[in-house]
């Protein structure tokens, strides 16, 4: 494979800090209204995953089995940064 190692590091870190955050992102959200932070999550999740395909569309010209690694590790980045966070923080919601 012609990916340098530093690009799957940085995909699955980059992806691992926008779950933690667009975590926390919704639990304040969610603090004011549920609805709101649900229906935020969702929006805020499909703009990050279509901009990431559009900017490593751009930067790199991979084959299938690069990208499938890079979606790959970039979904275990988002799964730990999400889980991680979800279990280290509760929202207060009343």
Not at 29 to 46: C, D, K, S
Not at 60 to 72: G, M
Request: charged fraction near 10%; avoid cysteine.
């Amino acid at each position: 494979m012609a990916l340098p190692l530093w690009t799957l590091a940085l995909a699955l870190l980059v992806n691992l800090v926008l779950g933690a955050v667009l975590v926390l992102g919704v639990f304040t959200l969610m603090e004011q209204r549920i609805l709101l932070g649900a229906v935020a999550g969702l929006v805020i999740g499909g703009i990050v995953v279509y901009a990431e395909a559009t900017i490593g569309a751009q930067l790199f010209s991979l084959t299938f089995e690069e990208k499938r690694l890079i979606v790959v590790l970039a979904g275990i980045g988002a799964a730990l940064g999400i889980s991680g966070t979800m279990l280290a923080i509760e929202p207060e919601i009343n």
